[in-house]
């Protein structure tokens, strides 16, 4: 089991959930945590769930490949990497928070957030590691950095500009992409 794609992956996930988490709990007059804990369990679960989805179809895909899943798991996991770095650096700053208080609106935040998850659970079955242990870090990892930005908001007035920190998600998914063609060619 590599750890370090196992971290970077987790945390290259996370690190939407955590920016929206802080953004929004900023913007709330008087949020209850009640309501981050609420926030952070939809986020998880559909993150979590999403990621595994990708890995079962991804793992279904490995029959009709051979080397090619290393190479396609580099690719997609750079695509995303610098798609979420081009977003950071093009996207105008935008401190809108949904009222994530009402259901509807917090199940198309929390789904919208997840396809990353998806293709991200695909290209990382292709490199056949233990997808259980995999979604487990990924849940794990959510929960605790979405919980914690929104406590972190809360607590602090932090600059209105965070979107720097969905940048550190992209740079995480590079990482892995690099580290799984590295293990590739170490092991060749």
């Given at each position: 089991?590599?750890?370090?794609?196992?971290?970077?992956?987790?945390?290259?996930l996370?690190?939407?959930?955590?920016?929206?988490?802080?953004?929004?709990?900023?913007?709330?007059?008087?949020?209850?945590?009640?309501?981050?804990?609420?926030?952070?369990?939809?986020?998880?679960?559909?993150?979590?769930?999403?990621?595994?989805?990708?890995?079962?179809i991804?793992?279904?895909?490995?029959k009709?490949?051979?080397?090619?899943?290393i190479?396609?798991?580099f690719s997609?996991?750079?695509?995303?990497?610098?798609?979420?770095?081009?977003?950071?650096i093009?996207?105008?700053?935008?401190?809108?928070?949904?009222?994530?208080?009402?259901?509807?609106?917090?199940?198309?935040?929390?789904l919208?957030?997840?396809?990353?998850?998806?293709?991200v659970?695909?290209s990382?079955?292709f490199?056949?590691?233990d997808?259980?242990?995999?979604?487990?870090?990924?849940?794990?990892?959510i929960?605790?950095?979405?919980?914690?930005?929104?406590?972190?908001g809360?607590?602090?007035?932090l600059p209105?500009?965070?979107?720097?920190?969905?940048?550190?998600?992209?740079?995480a998914?590079?990482?892995?992409a690099?580290?799984?063609?590295?293990?590739?060619?170490?092991?060749?």
């Amino acid at each position: 089991m590599d750890y370090i794609i196992i971290l970077f992956t987790a945390l290259g996930l996370a690190m939407t959930a955590f920016a929206f988490a802080l953004n929004c709990a900023m913007q709330r007059p008087s949020p209850k945590i009640g309501q981050f804990f609420t926030l952070t369990l939809w986020f998880t679960v559909f993150q979590t769930v999403m990621f595994v989805l990708g890995g079962i179809i991804g793992f279904s895909l490995l029959k009709f490949m051979s080397i090619s899943g290393i190479w396609a798991s580099f690719s997609i996991l750079i695509i995303f990497g610098f798609k979420k770095i081009a977003e950071t650096i093009t996207k105008k700053d935008d401190t809108r928070c949904f009222d994530f208080r009402e259901t509807k609106t917090l199940a198309l935040v929390s789904l919208a957030n997840s396809f990353d998850a998806f293709i991200v659970g695909i290209s990382l079955a292709f490199i056949k590691l233990d997808l259980w242990v995999l979604a487990l870090s990924v849940g794990i990892a959510i929960f605790v950095l979405t919980l914690f930005g929104a406590i972190l908001g809360k607590k602090l007035q932090l600059p209105k500009n965070i979107k720097w920190l969905e940048l550190v998600g992209g740079v995480a998914l590079i990482i892995v992409a690099i580290k799984i063609l590295i293990n590739q060619f170490a092991y060749v």
